[in-house]
T-cell receptor
Framework: GQQVMQIPQYQHVQEGEDFTTYCNSSTTLSNIQWYKQRPGGHPVFLIQLVKSGEVKKQKRLTFQFGEAKKNSSLHITATQTTDVGTYFCAGKGAQKLVFGQGTRLTINP | SAVISQKPSRDICQRGTSLTIQCQVDSQVTMMFWYRQQPGQSLTLIATANQGSEATYESGFVIDKFPISRPNLTFSTLTVSNMSPEDSSIYLC????????????FGEGSRLTVL
């Protein structure tokens, strides 16, 4: 069945450093979504990418969808302590939305 | 967007008992989902709650263990039956607002600990 792999599992950075998490699907996706879950909180939708090669930006966050629509990345420039949390990608295949394992970001102020 | 209220927010339960989690949405929604998130893990879809018909369960989840009700377009319940410590998880209700976008809104979750 469809699998969505996300790496790294954990990432610890100094405040101000950049951060990137990668998502790879075993099958071609119709779209990919990204969610952020703060410690003790629930997942909150960040963005959806639909088009091959699509790049979207939200302030310091840059999201990319691969040309083959099988991979995606989230890049945060100059991390801040408010960026702490777990970032999940979720890939939509033929029918189902499958979540990656998440990347837990911790930041040293 | 949507406001989703889940109750209880947390509970400590004894092995062998059952607990029902409620999910109330502030608007009518077609699709409601129940997810499980085990400690430090990702989100796993348990089932899709369908209004007026039986829920659709994902592989590995069965109705006897996780009965679901969906009496109307704003409310659903998930029961975790005959609980064991392995059922200790966060259970999340989620909805899609606007079938086209597919964006999920999540409730705050119900954190269950089974002793």
């Amino acid at each position: 069945g469809q699998q969505v792999m996300q790496i790294p599992q954990y990432q610890h950075v100094q405040e101000g450093e950049d951060f990137t998490t990668y998502c790879n699907s075993s099958t071609t996706l119709s779209n990919i979504q990204w969610y952020k879950q703060r410690p003790g909180g629930h997942p909150v939708f960040l963005i959806q990418l639909v088009k091959s090669g699509e790049v979207k930006k939200q302030k310091r966050l840059t999201f990319q969808f691969g040309e083959a629509k099988k991979n995606s990345s989230l890049h945060i420039t100059a991390t801040q302590t408010t960026d702490v949390g777990t970032y999940f990608c979720a890939g939509k295949g033929a029918q189902k939305l499958v979540f990656g394992q998440g990347t837990r970001l911790t930041i040293n102020p | 967007s949507a406001v989703i209220s889940q109750k209880p927010s947390r509970d400590i339960c004894q092995r062998g008992t059952s607990l029902t989690i409620q999910c109330q949405v502030d608007s009518q929604v077609t699709m409601m989902f129940w997810y499980r998130q085990q400690p430090g893990q990702s989100l796993t879809l348990i089932a899709t709650a369908n209004q007026g018909s039986e829920a659709t369960y994902e592989s590995g989840f069965v109705i006897d263990k996780f009965p679901i009700s969906r009496p109307n377009l704003t409310f659903s319940t998930l029961t975790v039956s005959n609980m064991s410590p392995e059922d200790s998880s966060i259970y999340l209700c989620s909805v899609v607002i606007g079938a086209y976008t597919g964006e999920l809104f999540f409730g705050e979750g119900s954190r269950l600990t089974v002793l």
